[in-house]
């Protein structure tokens, strides 16, 4: 058994092609929360929906976001209805008192569904209506995540880092704002000053993400801060990758990203935005996966291959690179 962790398209990309090298039904997947929000009423959990469209066959892999071919109805109707009433667009966060109040899950992190700035399909949706039914007929977001899971087919076990609300917050020169805010409806502007995984403090893992992390971890290439890092403000997350074998992909070639947001958040919260930074923020792993162009000399057991991964090919041989480096250290 092995356990990815998992945050935004990193870790979904290396899974995509690794079924050949660890066999969906001896994975499991523990996906970050902090960047969900709630919107329009709706709990919309990106991270872990990613790998659940992927797993369910349904992913739009030009985007790696929401389901394919979904028709957008209800998203375009709510934009016709906020021109035609003059309404405000952007991102709108509920009044200060509405952030506390209602479901726990969704705290700190309660937007308007006026003009709603992200795209949700359809299909996409429904899956938003659901999980969100469930969590308020009692269900934890474990339970949710099982049953939609359940729905989509998945071979692989999928659970949320925590039932407990963390939200990622950026803050910037012009105050804190949600990492949805910041990256999606901002499109990672304004300058990052830090970053703050709010309610990290209050959180604990659950005993399935407990048993899960009992097992040889893989850290895919996801950005360190705003994928990994709220699960490393999670109780009890730290103290289980420390007892256990871990082997990280770097998402960057020594100084240069991949994709994303990595460097420019890395740099805001003060760490080194490259390899080296991002081997000082997992001082739990025993050895990581570089790209072969990148000579970066670690303190650790190190496995170089081509780390791109655009193609299922590119994910299954970086899956091997894996597999390799957690044969040294487990």
């Not at 960047?35 to 659940?52: A, K, Q, R, S, Y």
């Not at 308007?112 to 308020?136: N, Q």
């Not at 991949?258 to 001082?283: H, I, K």
């Amino acid at each position: 058994m092995v356990t990815f962790l998992a945050g935004g398209t990193g870790t979904p990309k290396l899974l995509s092609g690794a079924d050949n090298v660890f066999p969906p039904e001896r994975t499991t997947v523990v996906a970050n929360t902090g960047d969900d929000v709630e919107l329009g009423g709706h709990l919309v959990c990106p991270d872990l929906d990613t790998v659940l469209f992927l797993d369910g066959g349904e992913l739009d892999r030009e985007t790696w976001w929401g389901i394919a071919d979904d028709s957008a109805a209800t998203h375009d109707e709510l934009h016709r209805l906020a021109a035609a009433a003059d309404l405000q667009t952007g991102p709108q966060y509920l009044p200060e008192a509405a952030q506390t109040a209602g479901r726990d899950i969704a705290r700190h992190r309660r937007f308007s569904g006026v003009a709603e700035f992200m795209h949700i399909g359809d299909r996409d949706r429904a899956v938003h209506v659901t999980r969100t039914s469930l969590l308020d007929a009692g269900h934890s977001l474990t339970e949710a995540t099982r049953k939609l899971a359940d729905a989509f087919g998945l071979d692989r076990r999928l659970i949320p880092m925590s039932d407990d609300p963390v939200a990622t917050m950026i803050h910037t020169p012009q105050g804190p704002m949600h990492f949805q805010e910041w990256w999606v409806g901002r499109n990672g502007d304004p300058t990052v000053d830090d970053v703050e995984f709010r309610g990290g403090d209050d959180a604990s893992a659950t005993d399935a993400v407990l048993s899960a992390l009992a097992d040889p971890v893989v850290v895919g290439p996801s950005n360190p801060i705003t994928s990994v890092g709220p699960m490393l403000a999670v109780e009890g997350i730290p103290e289980a990758l420390a007892a256990t074998p871990v082997v990280a992909v770097s998402p960057f070639v020594e100084d240069r990203v991949f994709s994303g947001p990595a460097a420019d958040l890395m740099a805001g919260v003060g760490r080194e935005p490259s390899t080296a930074g991002v081997a000082a923020a997992y001082p739990f792993a025993d050895a990581f996966v570089l790209d072969s162009d990148d000579g970066t000399d670690l303190d650790r057991s190190v496995v170089r291959t081509d780390t791109t991964l655009d193609t299922e090919a590119d994910s299954e041989r970086v899956a091997r690179a894996v597999a390799d480096a957690l044969a040294e250290v487990a």
